[in-house]
């Protein structure tokens, strides 16, 4: 494995992520990832929409977009048709994708477009200030859930599975070598691929529930991350607060922009034998 500094703008650094955040654990992952890989730097593109995570784009020297707050996948989607050669990452945050950016995450799997994206759930929005987001724990605590947060997180896994991603899985910051091999795993896919990375947000999150500082918060993944395998034997009560790691979907089906191509060209030869 090469030198993955190779891989960032270090003229851009210090980078702006709070001590102890886990987005660099999983941002050096991505590079890991890409590199063992053997990707032609100048042919990935990384694409991001608002937040802490989306931040990654400004540090990473492929082609980049920094889009609109949760229109990360429409764009990876426009660019992925005009240039379907291009392996496309998306780099995004629980809020950009699950709240503002999830009706583009459900339709992005369902076409099976060629898309590795890459959420950073830190169950918060860290960049604001630490508001609730569509993946903090039921009863969780945060600057706009001052007693408790009310709704249920989604599982973000399972929802790209049903909406029809074709590679998904799940693992956290902590579990870093598991981490990149999915990424990797996500990378050779030919379709929508799905990797949910759980990070930590000592600033935020962290402080307001008392989870003490990001060691203390990495501890936690590894001692509450079970296996696929494990959840299927334990009761629904066993599994709470438990982080389900591991593969959930890995299957063949047409990969859009090949569909999308054999239909042009069908097109094209229908029009020449008129």
Request: proline share 4%.
């Amino acid at each position: 494995m090469g030198d993955i500094h190779r891989y960032l703008r270090e003229y851009y650094m210090p980078h702006i992520w709070c001590p102890g955040c886990g987005h660099g654990i999983i941002l050096g992952a991505v590079l890991r990832a890409i590199d063992i890989a053997g990707l032609d730097q100048n042919n990935v593109a990384v694409i991001s929409g608002i937040g802490c995570a989306s931040r990654a784009t400004g540090y990473v020297d492929f082609c980049t977009l920094h889009t609109t707050h949760g229109r990360a996948l429409p764009f990876a989607t426009g660019l992925k048709m005009v240039r379907p050669d291009m392996k496309i990452v998306v780099l995004t945050g629980d809020g950009d994708t699950a709240a503002i950016g999830g009706n583009h995450l459900i339709h992005a799997a369902r076409r099976n477009i060629d898309i590795t994206t890459v959420v950073f759930n830190n169950s918060v929005y860290g960049m604001t200030s630490g508001q609730y987001s569509p993946m903090t724990p039921t009863s969780r605590f945060a600057t706009t859930a001052p007693y408790g947060n009310l709704e249920r997180p989604f599982d973000l896994c399972a929802l790209a599975s049903a909406a029809g991603a074709t590679y998904v899985a799940r693992s956290t910051a902590y579990h870093v070598r598991q981490l990149t091999t999915y990424i990797g795993r996500g990378l050779a896919h030919k379709g929508f691929s799905f990797i949910e990375a759980v990070s930590q947000c000592p600033t935020y999150y962290g402080r307001r529930n008392r989870l003490g500082a990001a060691p203390a918060m990495l501890e936690w993944q590894k001692r509450n991350s079970i296996s696929i395998e494990q959840a299927k034997d334990m009761e629904p009560a066993e599994r709470e607060d438990k982080i389900v790691t591991g593969e959930f979907v890995n299957q063949t089906v047409p990969e859009y922009t090949e569909v999308y191509a054999q239909l042009i060209g069908r097109l094209g030869r229908q029009g020449e034998s008129r």
